[in-house]
């Protein structure tokens, strides 16, 4: 593996794990945002982790179960010590203790613990542009990354008043601000009705969101299975992740 390419996941790592600083987050996160490439390259780097991490315990797992059979159904030419019984009784209690505590405390209990692990504020580009229509949307779009959320919905409920084929942008950054000032039926209405190519997997993304902030996990978990068999492959992972979370 080439050095920069070591680099490029210590970056990926270091964001994922909360460890960049606020302004180096949100320089990564604007590449993110128009970076095919780097978006594939966090998503798998999500994947191999939770795979990876699985994977090791499931082998640990297997291993003593193999040593715990052997021992107990030995063969008669090599019957193993009380020692060795109570070391390995031992080691198997402890992988037991171990995924308990994994399942009790790494993953989230209740559906709005999913939704706050899952959840990712989303992020606009701010175009200046001398256009009057153009103004209005950057001046929403500027309180919203202020998470002035009701001020900027006042906006986009204007524009969207004034003018019904406003971009669908408009329309679900109005579904993030409502989700934020939880009024959640609203918000679903608004993500639900996108349908442009580069809208609709994230509304639907977020709209599942909004059912486990309303405790619908079995519609959410429906709506997750049919974004992770459907979706563009950015949210077909995070959907997939969820309903791995869900189990």
């Known amino acids: 593996m080439e050095e920069d390419d070591l680099k490029d996941i210590e970056k990926i790592e270091r964001y994922l794990e909360g460890r960049m600083e606020e302004a180096e987050s949100k320089a990564f996160e604007e590449v993110l945002k128009h970076s095919a490439e780097?978006?594939?390259q966090v998503d798998e780097l999500l994947l191999a982790k939770g795979t990876l991490f699985h994977q090791g315990r499931t082998q640990l797992k297997k291993s003593l179960l193999d040593d715990w059979d052997r021992m107990t159904n030995p063969k008669p030419?090599?019957?193993p010590r009380l020692w060795q019984y109570v070391a390995l009784a031992?080691?198997?209690?402890?992988?037991?203790l171990m995924d308990w505590y994994v399942v009790n405390s790494a993953l989230p209990q209740h559906s709005t613990d999913l939704y706050t692990s899952h959840y990712n504020h989303p992020q606009v580009s701010i175009i200046r542009n001398p256009d009057s229509l153009e103004q209005t949307i950057t001046k929403a779009h500027l309180l919203y990354e202020q998470k002035q959320f009701t001020q900027a919905?006042?906006?986009y409920a204007s524009l969207i008043e004034q003018n019904p084929a406003v971009s669908e942008e408009v329309r679900f950054y109005q579904g993030i601000c409502y989700l934020n000032m939880n009024r959640l039926d609203s918000a679903l209405i608004h993500l639900q009705s996108l349908q442009s190519p580069n809208y609709i997997d994230a509304g639907k993304w977020y709209s599942i969101l909004i059912r486990l902030k309303q405790g619908e996990v079995e519609q959410a978990r429906k709506e997750s299975r049919e974004l992770a068999q459907n979706g563009s492959k950015y949210y077909k992972l995070r959907a997939q992740k969820l309903l791995s979370d869900l189990e």
């Open 90 to 96: 031992a080691s198997v209690a402890l992988i037991v």
């Open 153 to 155: 919905s006042a906006i």
């Open 38 to 40: 780097l978006r594939t």
């Open 77 to 79: 030419a090599t019957l």
